[in-house]
C-alpha cells in the first residue's frame, strides 16, 4: 500500500515540483558559446556534415546533434533551447525515483544536485543525455541475459552521449565480460561467454571502430594546438581532474591551495574506498575514463561521467554501502544542493551568458551582425538571434579559439567582439586595433559560473565598435 500511495502521489509530484523548478531557471538562462555551437551546427550543417567531419572537429558525438535537428524540425527557437536538455532529463529523473534500486532519500535528493539539476540540465550541451542515457543502460543491464540486444542499443546510445560517455560504456562492457564469465570457471566462463555472444560483441566492436574512426581528432585542428603550446597546462589539467568538480569548484592557484587540497583529498578517499570495495569490478568501470581525463584537456564538468560511472556501479552491486562511503556521499549531496542553490540564485539574478544584451546593443547602433568580426569562439551564441546561414557555428579547425585580426578587418567591419580573457592577455593590442579602426569600446560583464567558482572572463564581451 505504501509502495502504491508513493507510485502513485509522492512520485509524480516530485516530478511535478522538479519539472516546475528547471522551467523556471530554464525560462531566466541565457545561453552561452558551447549551447550556441551546438544549436547552429545542428540548424545549418547537414546530416553528411555532421558525420563526416563536424564531430571530429567537435570532439563529440553526433547524438546531440541530432536531437537538436529534430527538435528544430519540430520548431524549437533558439529562445527555448533549455527544453532540449529539460525534455530527456525528466524523463531520467522519473526513470530514477521509479526503477533505482536505491534509498528513498537518496532518490528524492539526487536529482536536486548540481549536475543532474542545473550543469546537465539547464545548460544544454551534449553532456544533457548522459544522466537518461545512464539510466537506461543501467536498467538493461539488468535485463541482458533476457533482452541481450536491448543492452547493447543502449550501450550505443550511452557510447554516442560524449567521448567520456564512449569510454564509460566500453568500461561497461568489460564489466558485463568479467561480471557474467567469473559466475562459472574462469576458462570455461570465458569460452561459454564468447559463443553465447559473438553477435552482440561483433555489433558492439563495429560501433566503436565506427566511433574512433569519426571522432579521431584531426592534427590540424587549432584549438587542441593551442593546448599544447601551452607550457605546464597538461599539469594543471592533471591537477584540476583531480581535485575540482565533485566537491570543490576553485581553480588550481596558490591563492585556493586550501581548497585544491580539500578536493584532491575527497577525490583520493573516494576512489580508494570505492576500489576497495568493489575491486575489479571498479576497475573496469571507471580506469578507461580516469586514464582518459588524464591526459586530454580537462574541465569541472566533465566530473560529472565520475558520478554516472559510480551511480552505474551502485546500481549493479546492490550490497550495503560501507560508512565511510555513506558518508562520503553525504558530503557530495550536501556540498552538491549548495551548488544548485547558489546556481539557482544566480541564474534568476544574474546574466550567465551576455549575448543578447550584446545583440541588442549592436542593433540599437544599427550594426548590422553580418558587419561584425568575431575574434573569439565567445561570441558565436551572437548567431542565434540570426537566421542567416552565413552566420553559423565556429569553425575550429581553421580558427582555435581566437580569429587574427587583420587590416582588412578594422577597415570593413563596424564592430570586433572579443571576450575579457583575449583582452587582457592581448591588451596593447586590443588598444592599437582601437586606434587604427576608430573604435569605442564598451564591456558587457556576464556572471559565468561553475559551481561557486567565477568564470566571467570567458563570456564577458568587449565590444570594439563605431558608429
Given at each position: ?53 563536424v564531430s571530429r572537429t567537435e570532439g563529440t558525438p553526433a547524438l546531440w546533434f541530432f536531437w537538436l535537428k529534430f527538435l528544430i ?395
Amino acid at each position: 500500500m505504501q509502495k502504491e500511495t508513493e507510485e502513485r502521489i509522492i512520485n509524480p509530484l516530485y516530478i511535478l515540483l522538479w519539472l516546475g523548478l528547471t522551467l523556471w531557471i530554464g525560462i531566466n538562462h541565457e545561453p552561452f558559446a558551447d549551447e550556441a555551437q551546438a544549436y547552429l551546427i545542428a540548424r545549418d550543417a547537414g546530416v553528411q556534415d555532421i558525420l563526416s567531419s563536424v564531430s571530429r572537429t567537435e570532439g563529440t558525438p553526433a547524438l546531440w546533434f541530432f536531437w537538436l535537428k529534430f527538435l528544430i524540425f519540430c520548431g524549437l527557437g533558439s529562445s527555448k533551447l533549455y527544453l532540449a536538455s529539460i525534455i530527456p532529463n525528466a524523463a531520467a529523473v522519473y526513470l530514477f525515483i521509479s526503477k533505482a534500486p536505491f534509498p528513498k532519500y537518496a532518490k528524492y535528493i539526487f536529482p536536486l544536485t548540481y549536475f543532474i539539476l542545473y550543469q546537465y540540465n539547464i545548460v544544454a550541451r551534449n553532456y544533457s543525455l548522459l544522466f537518461l542515457m545512464t539510466i537506461l543502460a543501467a536498467i538493461c543491464f539488468e535485463k541482458r541475459k533476457q533482452h541481450p540486444y536491448k543492452m547493447i542499443l543502449s550501450l550505443v546510445l550511452l557510447g554516442s552521449v560524449s567521448s567520456h560517455a564512449f569510454l564509460l560504456s566500453c568500461g561497461i562492457v568489460l564489466f558485463w565480460i568479467y561480471n557474467d564469465c567469473t559466475e562459472k570457471s574462469k576458462i570455461s566462463g570465458y569460452e561459454e561467454f564468447i559463443k553465447q555472444n559473438i553477435g552482440k560483441l561483433s555489433l558492439w566492436g563495429a560501433f566503436v571502430i565506427l566511433s574512433v574512426l569519426y571522432l579521431y581528432p584531426d592534427a590540424n585542428n587549432q584549438y587542441l594546438q593551442n593546448y599544447e603550446l601551452l607550457p605546464g597546462y597538461k599539469l594543471r589539467s592533471i591537477l584540476s581532474f583531480l581535485s575540482r568538480g565533485l566537491v570543490v569548484s576553485s581553480l588550481p592557484m596558490p591563492e585556493n591551495l586550501l581548497y585544491i587540497y580539500m578536493g584532491l583529498a575527497y577525490f583520493l578517499v573516494m576512489m580508494y574506498l570505492l576500489a576497495k570495495r568493489y575491486k575489479i569490478k571498479f576497475a573496469l568501470i571507471f580506469i578507461l575514463n580516469i586514464i582518459f581525463m588524464l591526459c586530454v584537456p580537462y574541465k569541472p564538468w566533465h566530473a560529472g561521467i565520475i558520478l554516472m560511472s559510480t551511480m552505474f556501479l551502485l546500481w549493479q552491486e546492490k550490497e550495503g554501502l560501507t560508512r565511510p562511503l555513506k558518508i562520503g556521499i553525504s558530503i557530495l549531496f550536501g556540498v552538491q544542493i549548495l551548488w544548485s542553490s547558489w546556481a539557482v540564485v544566480t541564474e534568476i539574478n544574474g546574466k550567465y551568458a551576455i549575448t543578447k544584451e550584446v545583440y541588442d546593443f549592436l542593433q540599437k547602433e544599427n550594426i548590422k551582425p553580418q558587419e561584425v568580426k568575431l575574434a573569439s569562439f565567445n561570441g558565436i551564441s551572437l548567431y542565434l538571434y540570426e537566421t542567416d546561414k552565413n552566420l553559423s557555428y565556429w569553425d575550429w579547425l581553421h580558427y582555435g579559439f581566437v580569429q587574427k585580426i587583420t587590416k582588412e578587418d578594422i577597415k570593413h567591419n563596424k564592430a570586433i567582439i572579443i571576450n575579457e580573457e583575449v583582452y587582457k592577455n592581448f591588451e596593447e593590442r586590443v588598444k592599437e586595433i582601437q586606434t587604427q579602426g576608430n573604435y569605442q569600446i564598451k564591456a558587457f560583464v556576464s556572471e559565468h559560473f561553475f559551481g561557486l567558482q567565477d568564470m566571467s572572463q570567458d563570456e564577458t564581451l568587449y565590444v570594439l565598435y563605431r558608429k
